[in-house]
């Protein structure tokens, strides 16, 4: 009997878990409030691209973390709501308990009522944990194609058949026909948001290719630098301040993401 009840448990707790993770936008709605409150002109963004896309990393994990606030609340709200016929009966008995035998009674009674709502909240939590995982990638995507909109310089994501000719390219400017046509002169922006060794996929997609790599990540090591180079990525891009130090030591191959809507211009002749 227990077991089935642990089971229903399960199930109630999945359902809820689906209904409250579904009350967060879209990375596309998230990212359109972003810019809508930024405001960020062309000329800004042109000139500081790389801050430009720092406030928009920023601001979109912000109102990303509002919503996940609100599940936690409307996660709460159900769980005291579905307990609502148990805690009306039980808890008249509970304050006599604390009254007459003491706190540490009255503790042991209570610690299975918070031990379920803790389990919920750990499901939770760890749907929430890869959602955010993923959401991040996604948003500095988008965020660069927006950006780049912006200041009027185009690119494509690749889909369907072009995804898998150019592997794991995220971006290509100026557009997909050029990048299967004329490789030569498509310059291919694979993305992300953070260096771990997931950077290490990108590899297979850089070779004979004008491939850059785009970074936030602050962690950007002169050992990590040399071997990213070494293994075909043209040229990495990162935060200005991190591209000076790296620069100052030698790695002219890591470049401010400021100068990123110039360095495109210039490789594909088009005037700023």
Not at 46 to 58: C, K, N, P, Q, T
Not at 94 to 111: A, N, P, T, Y
Request: hydrophobic content about 40%; overall charge neutral.
């Amino acid at each position: 009997m227990e077991r089935l009840n642990k089971q229903h448990l399960q199930g109630r707790w999945d359902e809820l878990v689906r209904k409250a993770v579904a009350l967060i936008p879209t990375v596309v709605n998230i990212l359109e409030q972003t810019l809508q409150t930024l405001q960020l002109d062309a000329n800004f963004v042109s000139s500081h691209f790389g801050e430009a896309l720092r406030r928009v990393d920023e601001k979109a994990t912000e109102i990303y973390l509002t919503h996940e606030r609100e599940v936690l609340e409307f996660t709460a709200q159900s769980w005291l709501e579905q307990n609502r016929d148990r805690f009306a009966q039980e808890l008249p008995e509970l304050i006599s308990l604390l009254h007459e035998r003491g706190w540490e009674d009255f503790k042991q009674r209570v610690m299975p009522i918070f031990v379920d709502f803790a389990e919920l909240v750990q499901k939770l939590e760890k749907h929430l944990g890869n959602m955010r995982k993923a959401r991040g990638g996604q948003t500095f995507e988008l965020a660069v194609a927006n950006l780049l909109s912006i200041i009027g310089v185009n690119c494509e994501k690749p889909k369907g058949k072009a995804q898998q000719q150019l592997k794991r390219i995220d971006l290509v400017v100026p557009d997909i026909q050029t990048a299967l046509s004329k490789p030569e002169q498509a310059i291919f922006l694979t993305l992300k948001r953070t260096l771990r060794e997931r950077w290490k996929q990108e590899v297979p997609a850089a070779q004979g290719r004008q491939c850059w790599l785009l970074t936030l990540d602050t962690d950007l090591s002169i050992d990590k630098a040399d071997e990213i180079r070494q293994l075909g990525l043209e040229a990495i891009y990162c935060l200005n301040d991190v591209a000076e130090s790296l620069r100052f030591k030698g790695k002219t191959w890591v470049r401010s993401l400021d100068s990123l809507p110039n360095d495109l211009r210039r490789v594909l002749g088009v005037q700023s």
